[in-house]
Nanobody, 125 residues
Framework: QVRLVESGGGSVQAGGSLRLSCVAS????????LAWFRQAPGKEREGVAS???????????SYADSVKGRFTVSRDNAKNTLYLQMNTLRPEDTATYSC???????????????WGQGTRVTVSS
């Protein structure tokens, strides 16, 4: 059974930082393309950051324009873990953040097969 479990969410003031983690089990992690998505109340799901594969190494990353320069996505294949370092957080970053995995390189498109349940991030002004 495939599981993606996010952690690291919480409440923070504007300008603060959080680091999200997504631990995967039940799949060959190093073979999967990975991404972070977020969804705020009343809004559509938005692709935030993705990291694809380049052979056995982490490949190109992609970011939503709204988070470029503030968020960094990374993966640790040895730990089956995907990370999202979020700096200089803004109130508009408030959302539930979910990780996703797929054998296809969907980048920021929400076509991933496997999804986690999400972790809540709240940024106050």
């Amino acid at each position: 059974q495939v599981r993606l479990v996010e952690s690291g969410g919480g409440s923070v003031q504007a300008g603060g930082s959080l680091r999200l983690s997504c631990v995967a089990s039940g799949l060959p992690f190093s073979l999967y393309n990975l991404a972070w998505f977020r969804q705020a109340p009343g809004k559509e799901r938005e692709g935030v950051a993705s990291v694809t594969l380049d052979g056995d190494l982490p490949g190109p990353t992609s970011y939503a324009d709204s988070v470029k320069g503030r968020f960094t996505v990374s993966r640790d294949n040895a730990k089956n873990t995907l990370y999202l370092q979020m700096n200089t957080l803004r109130p508009e970053d408030t959302a539930t953040y979910s990780c996703a995995a797929d054998l296809n390189p969907w980048s920021l498109m929400p076509n991933y097969y496997y999804w986690g349940q999400g972790t809540r991030v709240t940024v106050s002004s």
